[in-house]
């Protein structure tokens, strides 16, 4: 029930510049990636998209970026979420009873950290996505970052969803805060994505033992499911999935009115499971070549995976 001992070290590496260049030049690296990340371009992961979505799933693509330093590095991100979401229209089928395809998107990679007017610069982004969006049935969620974020990422998604109601929010069931936030957003029309959240946070804010973690994790998603929104339970962890199906149950929710996520390359058996069992079941699909910290955080979940790549770096 202990975390992993070395989850602090690798969260740490995920933000060192150093350590970035030597782990994405090492030639190892690609291959070990590739099971995380759909590609670096918009063809790669369209081509994964449109095997999930044939396969029964919904997807949310995730063009990977964040913590932006410019205001032009942040509108080629809306160039290219825009583009994302072109392609992806020709891909959505036009009958389902929820929209199968979404965006993910980082408010830290629309400029949230930019000096200054961050925060406007990155609801005018977020806003651009949310309408290109919007026209094409699509959905989208903004993700939840580090804890320093979680205030201002939320009065923005408020702020949105007050144009975009679908507009999905995401909760980290690790925060202390995130009980009270889910009772606060477990309201009509409300989406909330329930994860159990995945950097490295100090115990001031957050809870650091794995059991302690998943105990918030099924109190809130009791909470979400009791209520009168459309809760997204992203996890992989059989407890959960398990809570999910019986609170499904206990409150007379319907497959339509509920999700599924995983992650991409993580449980695929278990996701394949749930479909045919007639869930809704969302893949959280990511692109592009700012892989690093995101394929970091996926290592620190679990020591195997580190393992396994320190032992094929080793060996070459
Ligand atoms: P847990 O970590 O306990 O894992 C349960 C089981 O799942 C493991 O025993 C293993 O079998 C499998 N597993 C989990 N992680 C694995 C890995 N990396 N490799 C191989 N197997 C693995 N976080 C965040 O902070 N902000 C966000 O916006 C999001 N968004 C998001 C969307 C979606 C759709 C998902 C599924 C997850 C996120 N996350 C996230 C990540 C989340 O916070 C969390 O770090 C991971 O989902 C791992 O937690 P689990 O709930 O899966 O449980």
Not at 25 to 36: D, G, L, Q, S
Not at 83 to 87: C, G, N, P, S, W
Not at 203 to 206: C, D, I, N
Not at 294 to 299: A, I, S, T, V
């Given at each position: 029930t202990l975390s992993?001992p070395?989850r602090p070290?690798i ?7 150093r ?5 994405t ?12 990340i ?11 998209a449109r095997d999930?979505l044939?396969g029964g799933a919904a997807v949310?693509?995730d063009?990977?970026?964040e913590?932006t330093?410019d ?11 825009v ?5 992806l229209a020709a891909l959505?089928?036009?009958d389902a009873d ?8 980082k408010?830290?990679a629309?400029g949230q950290?930019?000096?200054g007017?961050g925060?406007?610069i ?6 651009k996505?949310c309408?290109?969006a ?6 989208v969620?903004v993700?939840?970052?580090d ?5 201002s990422?939320?009065a923005?998604v408020t ?6 109601p ?5 909760l980290?069931a690790y925060?202390?805060r ?6 606060a957003?477990?309201?009509p029309?409300?989406r909330v994505r329930?994860c159990?959240?995945a950097?490295?946070e100090p115990?001031?804010?957050?809870f650091?033992r794995k059991v302690?973690?998943?105990d918030?994790?099924?109190?809130c998603?009791?909470i ?20 999910t199906?019986e609170?499904?149950?206990r409150?007379?929710?319907?497959a339509?009115t509920?999700e599924?996520?995983m992650l991409?390359?993580i449980?695929?058996?278990e ?8 869930s809704?079941?969302?893949v959280?699909v990511p692109?592009g070549s700012?892989w690093?910290p ?6 620190a979940?679990r ?8 032992r ?5």
């Open positions: 992993n070395l070290a969260l740490a590496a995920a933000r060192s510049a350590m970035k260049r030597t782990i030049k090492a030639p190892v690296t690609k291959r070990i990636v590739e099971r995380f759909a590609g670096e371009d918009r063809p790669a992961v369209l081509a994964v999930l044939a949310s693509i063009f990977l970026g913590q330093t205001r032009g590095q942040a509108d080629a991100i809306v160039a290219e979420y583009a994302l979401l072109d392609d959505t089928p036009p929820v929209p199968r395809t979404e965006v993910s998107m408010l830290s629309l950290a930019l000096p007017d925060d406007k990155a609801t005018e982004n977020a806003w996505i309408s290109a919007a026209e094409r049935g699509i959905w969620s993700d939840a970052e804890h320093t974020t979680t205030d990422t939320l923005v702020a949105l969803r007050s144009e975009f679908w507009l999905g929010a995401v980290q925060l202390h995130t009980e009270d936030d889910c009772r957003m477990a309201g029309d409300s329930l159990k959240g950097y490295q115990p001031e804010v957050a650091q302690d973690v998943t918030s994790y099924l109190r998603l009791e979400l499911m009791a209520g009168t929104g459309y809760p997204m339970a992203a996890s992989h962890d059989p407890v959960v999935i398990a809570a199906d609170l499904a149950t409150n007379g929710r319907a339509n509920f599924h996520q991409y390359g449980r695929d058996l996701q394949k499971r749930l479909v045919e069992a007639g809704t079941v969302r959280y692109y700012q690093y995101y394929f970091m955080r996926r290592l979940e020591p195997s995976n580190l393992t396994f790549f320190l094929s770096i080793a060996t070459r």
